[in-house]
């Protein structure tokens, strides 16, 4: 049996350097040119992955009211436990629903429900008493597609270890990308020749080397370029800005306060990492943290960020403008502390329920995409039509559940 | 109850915090520079002493005899400085790729950080006669010619500077980029090859002769004979060009890997070896194969040497073969126990002394292959 070393240079850097030098060949001998390419591939490759990990990252925050509410609510560490799996496994119709409510409808519908159940046919039934009850509606009177829309809106659960999957098949690949810029960047004679191990027997790779390593004024294989580190840092920063502007955490809650560490120290770290790694590795990293705030902003939104927030509130105040409540305040609003009460037996539903408090906000907290201006004017909505006649949805829910 | 409810908060951030910063410290520290140059100049012989790296940037005076080899001196330790020489500019020295020049009782140094030197050693110590500070790291071996030694820089300059006082005139070569090859002199024309795949002639007081663009960089010495240049480049080729006809192609071989040790010519027979580990005999008027050895997948970057009738191989790794040069076929096979053979070896009349990347001093005997540590290094 090969050592590990053996297996990880045969299977994983040896190919990753042979395809550094291919595209640097195709680059037209710009080794830039070629991390460059090498990160979109890289990015494309892990797509899949990234994208599951944004959802279960999404599906986590949208479990965070809850999961405050079974703490607050249980005391005994075992039942505590048994009732977050529950929360975990248990099959959700939210927002997706209000759709389905759309079509049947024909006009367009708030999110105003989360199904508490863990059986598809259930949910379904859930939601067609709730139709009934709220908008008077039958859903087996709509349309057919209706129907198989809600259902297909059921969604699996939550896998809380789904974030950390994804991330631990993506960790042998960075390690393997940072070996491969390393080892092909080196300009050293003897790291040189010590390439020649590594390189397929291609006439095309075997002319390749070596490099030219000067990129856009850059030298990519000295350490320390502070144009990058910026680039890195503020890319992270604004990554985990976002990120945080979807979190539903409740101002002031640790994980609130935990988020907004996060945006900070983990762009300091990996600003420290870029500046005394090769620029070559440091290119590769602030390519990847944009290409990754492009798809994060393209396929789950910016959360309630808006560009104008980065005006903080001191110059806000100067030139007049309203100051910022702070991050995933808007969602955390909906999300109310339960009510103590050390009655163990009560439903981990009815606990949850609790938690969210006011229903329709609940939908909008399980939406984080919807910006704050945006949870203002659906408020102002609702109570434009509660002066029309129509009892608001929050009372209709708690009339129901009593 | 606020305060004691914050300092909960502080206190759960603290741990994270920590790890974090020590997170980053630790990438920090596995991060540290692409590794650091080793050097792999040849030892010189030079007024009856050996000069050696034995360890990085550090050059040591051996003197050879029948008993124990002994350190007659070691530079820059006991250099005597000249007026205006501040002693920490030989501190910055890194390690030397360059093979040293002795002419005349003078040694001229090369050293990757960039430091030029000329040092004396007719007196008892070594004495730095002059020294110059260049822009560019330097790899390549510069050459004499006349009072004129020329340096090839990373920087693409082959900078003539004058032997006797170090001053340095306009570079011959312009255009290029990074030489790591020594160049070839003949009369009145300069021969130099770059990582840029180019080779370039020049007029030994200036002017440009004529360039020739190649399909692979060129890292490997030069080798001139009367009017044909070998040239061992990376793209796997052995070239003959003719130097009077604008480096004109004669010939070019296909091996199985880099040409990067100087080759070897001996009579109408080029020795070659590649980074894949093959040795071949070319004939140097044709380019034909007349044989291959090849029994070791491993580096050869030092020159084949010829040596009592056996062509003698050292491989990256401690792999020494002694080879009949007629027929290929293998005489002999050491292997040494310790250190990494990447530099040229010095032919001596006592045997082939190889220096290893641990600075040892290694005499190898061509007839039965056997080995001597005369040298002890780091």
């Known amino acids: 049996m090969l050592p590990i070393g053996a297996v990880w240079q045969t299977f994983l850097e040896n190919p990753l350097i042979n395809l550094m030098v291919l595209l640097t060949v195709l680059s037209f001998g710009s080794y830039g040119v070629a991390i460059l390419v090498f990160t979109v591939l890289t990015r494309v490759i892990t797509f899949p992955l990234t994208l599951r990990t944004l959802r279960a990252a999404r599906g986590l925050q949208e479990l965070q009211p809850d999961m405050e509410a079974i703490q607050k609510r249980y005391k005994d560490p075992k039942r505590r436990s048994e009732e977050q799996m529950k929360l975990y496994r248990r099959k959700t119709l939210t927002c997706e629903g209000a759709g389905v409510a759309s079509v049947v409808l024909g006009r367009p519908v708030e999110c105003d429900w989360k199904a508490q159940d863990t059986n598809k046919d259930e949910i379904i039934k859930e939601y067609e008493r709730h139709l009934e009850r709220v908008h008077s509606v039958r859903l087996e009177d709509a349309p057919g597609r209706a129907v198989n829309r809600a259902r297909k809106s059921i969604r699996g659960g939550v896998n809380p270890l789904g974030c950390l999957g994804p991330q631990l098949i993506q960790f042998p690949i ?93 762009p300091a770290m990996f600003g420290w990492f870029a500046l005394v790694v090769p620029a070559g590795l440091g290119l590769y990293w602030a390519a990847s943290t944009l290409i990754g705030l492009v798809l994060q902003w393209v396929f789950v939104g910016p959360g309630d960020f808006t560009w104008g927030s980065l005006i903080p509130n001191l110059v806000r105040e100067r030139v007049g403008l309203p100051p910022l409540a702070p991050a995933g305040a808007a969602a955390g609003r909906g999300a109310a502390p339960a009510p103590r009460d050390n009655n163990d037996d009560e439903t981990p539903e009815a606990a949850t329920a609790g938690a969210n408090g006011d229903t329709a906000q609940t939908g909008e907290s399980n939406d984080g995409r919807r910006s704050q201006r945006a949870n203002s004017r659906r408020r102002r909505r609702s109570g434009a039509r509660q002066t029309r006649g129509q009892p608001r949805q929050r009372r209709r829910r708690g009339d129901s559940r009593r | 109850m606020f305060h004691v409810k914050h300092r909960r908060r502080a206190r759960a951030r603290t741990p ?99 430091e030029v030197m000329a040092v004396d050693i007719t007196g008892n110590g070594p004495r730095l006669a002059w020294i110059r500070k260049l822009t560019h790291e330097l790899v390549a071996s510069p050459v004499l010619h006349g009072d004129v030694l020329y340096v090839p820089t990373e920087g693409g300059e082959l900078l003539p500077l004058d032997a006797e006082s170090g001053a340095m005139g306009e570079s011959l070569a312009t255009g290029a980029e990074r030489f790591w090859s020594r160049p070839a002199v003949s009369g009145s024309a300069i021969y130099v090859a770059g990582l840029d795949r180019h080779v370039r002639a020049a007029g030994v007081q200036g002017g440009e002769q004529w360039v020739l663009e190649l399909e692979g960089a060129v890292a490997g010495d030069l080798l001139l004979d009367g009017e044909t240049l070998f040239v061992g480049a990376l793209d796997r080729r052995m070239y003959a060009l003719d130097v009077l006809a604008a480096g004109a192609e004669r010939w070019r071989f296909q091996g199985d890997g880099w040409f990067w040790a100087r080759p070897l010519l001996d009579g109408d027979t080029l020795y070659a070896t590649t980074t894949n580990g093959s040795v071949y005999a070319l004939d140097a008027r044709s380019g034909d194969e007349q044989w291959r050895f090849n029994e070791l997948d491993n580096e050869i970057r030092a020159q084949p040497v010829l040596v009592g009738g056996i062509l003698v191989v050292a491989m990256r790794d401690g792999v020494l073969f002694g080879i009949d040069p007629s027929t290929g076929v293998r005489q002999w096979q050491q292997t040494l126990a310790e250190g990494k053979l990447l530099a040229d070896p010095l032919v001596l009349e006592s045997g082939i002394l190889y220096v290893t990347d641990r600075g040892d001093l290694i005499s190898v005997d061509p007839r039965s292959g056997a080995t001597t540590t005369v040298f002890e290094g780091s």
């Not at chain 1, 992270?236 to 935990?258: E, K, V």
């Not at chain 2, 002994?70 to 007026?83: H, Q």
């Not at chain 2, 920490?88 to 090369?110: Q, R």
């Open chain 1, 174 to 266: 960075f390690i393997g990308l940072y070996i491969v810029i390393r080892t092909t960047l080196s300009q050293h004679p003897e790291d040189v020749l010590k390439l020649n191990d590594r390189l397929y027997d291609f006439q095309i790779v075997q002319a390749a080397l070596p490099f030219d390593t000067s990129f856009l004024g850059m030298n990519l294989s000295a350490n320390g370029n502070f144009i990058l580190v910026i680039v890195i840092f503020a890319s992270m920063w604004l990554t985990q800005r976002i990120s945080s502007a979807r979190s539903l955490s409740r101002p002031g809650s640790q994980q609130a306060q935990m988020n907004q560490m996060m945006q900070w120290m983990l």
């Open chain 2, 16 to 114: 994270l915090a920590v790890v974090l910063a020590l997170l980053a410290l630790l990438a920090g520290g596995c991060a540290t520079d692409l590794g650091s140059p080793d050097g792999w100049a040849a030892p010189v012989e030079a007024d009856g002493v050996v000069l050696v790296q034995a360890e990085k940037g550090e050059l040591v005076a051996v003197r050879l005899g029948d008993g124990p080899a002994r350190i007659a001196w070691r530079f820059p330790e006991d250099a005597a400085l000249p007026a205006g020489v501040d002693p920490d500019d030989l501190n910055d020295i890194e390690a030397f790729y360059a093979t040293p020049v002795f002419d005349d009782g003078t040694v001229y140094m090369a050293s990757f950080s960039g």
